[in-house]
């Protein structure tokens, strides 16, 4: 699928991973719907993009509120071409721990946004997508979900991250599989440690020790390598139901 002129949703459109995708995939030509909560961030990315993109508030986990984004962005531009879901948190918490059991309500939080959140949207943008003509590859779409080295690699603490994230991982084929009757491909990143402006803001006695687990080249990832990732998914049509590991081969530590 080329690029130039096609519709891009982003969730978490308005910081790190999300953002760099956004500013990158529109100086190819796309243009931008941004889903984000973060109002203030989401209008400066948008007074950013001019013509070539806005910003909706948007509740991953709200199956009103993505629909109504989804329609936003249907009137606006016209249709739906890819998804590139982003939106995501992290929140660490040890099984049992010094004050007793994990909370059930803070392990379900993770899974309602990382996991769900990213289904809710993937789905309803999927049936905007099947009305799409298709292309000279028999395209109407692109999903992009974002996992994460935790999926395979989950570290102390990360049960929850880890859970949701795998759930990701765990869904990419057979959703594949469910829509490419319809022309849709569905692909998943798995990032490594990105430099985003929360890792960047880290002591280096907590950068150091995570740089040395990377094995070659002996840094973070750059929020545009994950862009160029992305942009490149959408513009190779063969390239559908799989995890690509974007990590310089860290393989993560217990600790």
């Not at 059930?104 to 943008?125: D, H, Y």
């Not at 990360?158 to 469910?178: C, E, F, H, N, W």
């Amino acid at each position: 699928m080329k690029l130039k002129n096609k519709v891009v949703i982003v969730t978490g459109g308005a910081s790190g991973l999300g953002l760099v995708t956004c500013q990158e995939l529109a100086k190819q030509g796309a243009k931008i719907v941004a889903f984000d909560l973060n109002e203030d961030a989401g209008q400066q990315l948008s007074i950013q993009l001019g013509d070539d993109g806005i910003f909706v508030a948007v509740d991953v986990t709200d199956q009103a509120s993505v629909a109504a984004g989804i329609a936003q962005a249907v009137a606006h531009f016209g249709s739906i071409n890819v998804c590139i879901n982003c939106a995501g948190i992290v929140a660490g918490g040890k099984t049992v721990g010094r004050n007793g059991p994990l909370a059930l309500e803070k392990f379900s939080q993770v899974i309602n946004i990382n996991l769900i959140g990213t289904f809710n949207v993937l789905r309803l943008a999927a049936e905007q997508m099947a009305n799409n003509e298709t292309d000279e590859n028999g395209e109407r779409g692109v999903i992009i979900n974002t996992a994460s080295v935790a999926a395979f690699d989950g570290q102390v603490g990360q049960a929850a991250y880890s859970a949701s994230k795998s759930g990701i991982v765990g869904m990419t084929l057979p959703i594949a599989r469910d829509l490419a009757p319809l022309g849709i491909r569905v692909m998943t990143i798995a990032p490594g440690i990105f430099d985003t402006p929360m890792m960047k803001g880290m002591s280096d006695e907590v950068r150091e020790p995570l740089i040395n687990m990377v094995q070659s080249p002996k840094r973070f990832g750059q929020p545009t390598e994950y862009a160029d990732l992305a942009g490149h998914i959408i513009t190779n049509s063969y390239l559908n139901g799989e995890v690509i590991r974007l990590d310089g081969a860290i393989r993560m530590e217990p600790r």
